[in-house]
């Protein structure tokens, strides 16, 4: 008898159990209650170019003009942001990337010793020095200027913020690069390039030269009395002498 309330108490036990996970199990899902998506992945909102077409080239940087005027304390606060992998003072140590001081303007690769990746020794073959424009370029976006480099930084986007981490960089050991001269072309509003001398017409002057009495250039000729003439009118073509053609 009592082996059966042993038994009896047992299995009572188990299907409480599982009736308590069948409670729990259904009650989570009534609650956490996710919808499996149409497609599968992550959306990401990227900017979609214009109606009329991709988006007009953005002028780099007027190095004559913005670098004397940047603001070396917001380019110093800016640099926080890369201290965890560089340094910028002299005789700095380099970290997971190399220490910044003298960049601006000097080498490509310029720390001796340093694992720079193969993605940087190719670049350098093609532009060997970190110019204000190859700076800007890197700073910008790492990974696209530079592809496959072992800088895993996103970049900066936004242009004063460059213009015044680069202004400060130059102030750690490249006050020796000169500041170029401003460039117009680079100014927002420059003027576009005076047209080729000896260019077609527009259409528009051969439309007025047409009004004009075919003249393209001038005022009209006038008469005795002072009055504009008008151009002659082309006489009539004689009329036909060929016989006419029989009856049918």
Known sequence: MSGDLKWNKIMGAALATAF???????????????????KMGYFVDAPEEAAGGPAEAVLPPDWGTVLPAADLAAGE????????????????????G???FGVVGGPVMHRAGFAYSDAMAAHKAEAPTWTLDELDQFITAPGRHVPGT?????????TNTRVNLIAWLRSQGSG???????DP?????????????GAAPVAGAE??????????????TTGAAGQPTT????????????????NA
């Open 20 to 38: 308590v996970i069948l409670v729990v199990k259904e009650g989570t899902a009534l609650v956490y209650h996710a919808e499996t998506p149409e």
């Open 77 to 96: 606060a800016a640099f926080a942001r890369c201290q965890a992998c560089h340094t910028a003072v002299s005789g700095g140590p380099d970290g997971i």
């Open 98 to 100: 190399p220490n910044l």
């Open 150 to 158: 072992k800088m895993s930084f996103a970049g900066i986007r936004d």
């Open 176 to 182: 020796g690069m000169a500041i170029p001269a401003p």
């Open 185 to 197: 072309a680079r100014q927002p509003g420059a003027a576009p390039a005076a047209p080729v001398e």
């Open 207 to 220: 439309a007025a030269g047409a009004a004009n009495g075919g003249q393209t250039g001038g005022a009209p």
């Open 231 to 246: 151009a002659a009118t082309p006489a009539a073509p004689p009329a036909s002498t060929s016989p006419a053609p029989p």
